[in-house]
């Protein structure tokens, strides 16, 4: 079983995926930096986003399930996201 990344990976994680895909000219990405009011997340962004999410909690997300705006609208939320549904394996039945 490998160990899952702690918030601080996450985040550094995260914020290089934004860099590297949004908008360039906001400069540094804070913890509460609005992510999509801004539109610093634009929809190629936002896909690669919703991907890095599922990567992480090991599970495919239904963007339209949430009110996406409100829940991922900045690092810290999406982040909480995460870890309100990862899987933890430790806590699965034994098989």
């Known amino acids: 079983m490998s160990a899952q ?3 601080g990976e996450l985040r550094e994680q995260l914020r290089a995926l934004i860099a590297e ?3 360039q000219e906001h400069g540094e990405i804070a913890d509460d930096t609005p992510l999509i009011s801004s539109a610093l997340l634009e929809s190629i962004t936002l896909l690669n986003v919703a991907l890095w999410v599922e990567e992480h909690v090991d599970a495919a ?3 339209t399930s949430f009110d996406l705006a409100s829940e991922w609208e900045t690092v810290a939320r999406i982040l909480d996201f995460v870890e309100k549904h990862r ?3 430790d806590a699965l039945p034994a098989s």
């Open 61 to 63: 997300v239904d963007v």
């Open 5 to 7: 990344p702690e918030r």
């Open 21 to 23: 895909f949004g908008r």
């Open 87 to 89: 899987r933890h394996d």
